[in-house]
């Protein structure tokens, strides 16, 4: 049976080779019939669940049928002109180079030639002639095509002026041509633009990355998301292997887990992802008809359709696939993350160590600190031999000792926590220890989402507290929902972080707030379960399902009786709050009391008030506003003048009505009486 790209060649042998008195040119009814023919193959694979990659990899190998049929004819011609044909290589490079196509998306070739075919910045007339008749013909047949002519000297040139040029070249693929002169050139960009230039490469790398990153929301979980350059997507992957390149001159997650870079699961993660977000963009291409790499709303329902999400209910199927692809991309953002801070981290071993290098590693051991069996050096907190299977208390203590130290996890030490994780049973859940250690990290005001967030990462926020667990890359359907659910939930609290040290003077009365919390914790658990009620939609109104399932976290934590009914109160009420502030009248005294007394304490609308303007804030920067705010402070000043038994604003009310009832009984005509 034929392979694939076996078919494809065979088809283009009976359907592309043309009469001998013909042009490319001429012919562009035969090659649009076979474009789409196979074209409409590669559709039909997909949809019948080829992988990602293998439909990727079909159409670079059709773009490379395509290209030979249309080049040799043209040198066929120069040979009957008795023309000397010239040495050259047709390259593909960039993402063709990879020999990975979506459907949709650019042909990037390179007309690699000796360095006497251009003169004056103009190709000679047997070169113009072969780069003219296939450029020609693509464009005419509508392909979007990318184009240089170059010399090995313009290469070396061109990569050592451009780090894009440069990955596009280290990844180049020989079409058709001169083997030995594309050799050749790979040999001498290696030599002369990689060799010795690895480290200004990877610290451009990583730069790119964080702009790009920053660029498209910094993070994987965003509604509508960027599954080629946005956290997590292709690009990530793809970086990740061009500095491995440059660093350990690997091309593969298989070199890189010979290395002991990366370990097999994360390996395996890896690949399941990126052939993932490979099958969503071809479908993305395919239902769009076009290159686009943004998931947006209105086209997730179709794609997650035709990639074979059918529950009868059109919300489930969304929320299904869509997780699937937070999921991936979630997978590629921490692993790729955590390589890219070994890539930066590990030493090179090609060379000897200096005497300079020995000092300072002798320094550095000796600015060394061992803490609860944990080595501290240089800013991150790594593990020494002591077993978390010995003390898996070990597992919580260690945030809290970021926490107060200001240390970031070692990428090693993050791999080992993910590797415990079973270690997290009931009877971890219900140590009493551990539950004091996890509570002193939410008193912490100020200093508390680094650690949430890290904890998260490494998954044992979600094993520790698994109602906030189930959030993970759950979709939110709301419109002004920009991220996850858990994703939102980790915004949230760092925007309460971000309160107690505000520089902002439209901040400083929040400041004053969070310093007058006398539980801390309590709000920033709060907090962390406020959605939780959304993993359980079926249950009904998400805060009611969210209050039930704070009272089981606070039986759980061994929460006394009161704390655990502020808690469920305010997990309750998380959305009372801006309801009342932005839909009441709030000169109307009865609107005011009826909140106190729902709310019940002082305290209570204190931290009501900061989970208020958290939520708001964590949800999209574009929902907050000068306005809602005053509503906001206006509400949470007139409560609290009411536990304080102040009735300012009611006399002023009353004061009010008196007013208007002497313009109304001024308007109304004798007949009526007082009354």
Known sequence: MLSLAEKIETDASQQLTLPEDRQPGQELARYKNFLKVENQRLQTLHRGGASGREVAHARATLIDVLLRYIVEPVKKSIAANKTMIPKFALVAIGGYGRGELNPFSDIDIMFLHEGDMVSGGKARPQLGALTDALLYTLWDLGLKVGHSVRSVEDCVKVANSDM??????IESRLVMGERELFERMQAVVVAKCVRGYEEVYIEARLRDQSERRAKFGNSPFMQEPNIKNGSGGLRDYQNLLWMAFFKYRVRSLE???????????ERKQLDAAYDFLLWARNELHYTAKRAVDVLTKSVQPTVAHN????????????EDFMRDVYTHMRNIYLITR???ERLALLPSTSRIPSL???????????????????????????????????????LMRLFLYMQQRGLKLHPDLAQAIRNHLSLVNRDFLEDEHIHETFLEILNQRG?????????????????????????????QHEFYHQYTADEHTLVCIEKLDQVWEAHDPAVNHYSQLLQQIERPFLLYLALLLHDAGKADKDSG??????AKLSLNVAKRLGLDGATAHSLRLLVENHLLMAQVSQRRDLEDPSVVRNFASQVQTRENAMMLTLMTYADSRGTSEQLWNSFKDSLLWTLFSRTMD??????????????QIELLKEEVTKLLTPTFSDD
């Open 164 to 169: 894009q040029s440069k990955t596009s070249l």
């Open 255 to 265: 070199d890189l887990e010979k290395e002991d870079l990366i370990s097999e699961s």
């Open 642 to 655: 009411t536990f304080g038994g102040t009735t300012d604003f009611i006399r002023a009310e009353y004061k």
């Open 541 to 546: 109104d998400h805060s009611d399902v969210g």
């Open 307 to 318: 990639l074979g999400y059918t529950d009868r209910s059109p919300s489930k199927r969304l």
């Open 447 to 475: 200093n508390v989402s680094p650690v949430l967030r890290a904890m998260h990462e490494v998954g044992l926020l979600g094993k520790y507290i698994p109602e906030f667990g189930r959030l993970t890359c759950l979709v």
């Open 356 to 394: 300079r290098d020995i000092f300072r590693r002798g320094k550095r051991r000796a600015m060394q600190q061992v803490v609860d069996g944990f080595v501290i050096v240089d800013g991150q907190i790594s593990e020494t031999t002591r077993s978390f299977r010995e003390q898996p208390r070990r």
């Open 338 to 340: 955590t390589l890219e």
